[in-house]
């Protein structure tokens, strides 16, 4: 366990708490649609690989580094989401 309420939230949702991870969601929702908006300028694909960032955050939540900042984190996974729409955008 931590001091941190941030990493003591993410604890409890690694314990089984499953529904607290709605409380992280509703706490960086803007910052990671802003993250995918700028690389997609498309509202509907931004909104879709936000959603998708954060599905993929959810399951590599074990994988957190601690040392780093939740957001930190979920921007780099937010950001490489994005780029991934992209480059399938671009391929079609």
């Known amino acids: 366990m931590t001091n941190d309420p941030e990493h003591a939230l993410i604890d409890r949702i690694l314990s089984g708490e499953d529904s607290l991870y ?27 690989a936000a959603q998708d960032a954060f599905i993929k955050a959810f399951h590599g939540l074990k994988g957190f580094n601690r ?5 930190t984190w979920l921007y780099r996974i937010a950001f ?13």
Not at 23 to 46: C, H, M, P
Not at 67 to 71: A, L, M, P, V
Not at 84 to 91: A, G, P, V
């Open 22 to 48: 709605a409380d992280l969601v509703n706490r960086y929702k803007s910052y990671v649609f802003t993250i995918v908006w700028k690389v997609l300028q498309a509202r509907g694909e931004a909104e879709e």
């Open 67 to 71: 040392q780093s900042k939740f957001s």
């Open 80 to 92: 490489n989401t994005a780029i991934t729409y992209k480059r399938r955008n671009r391929q079609q």
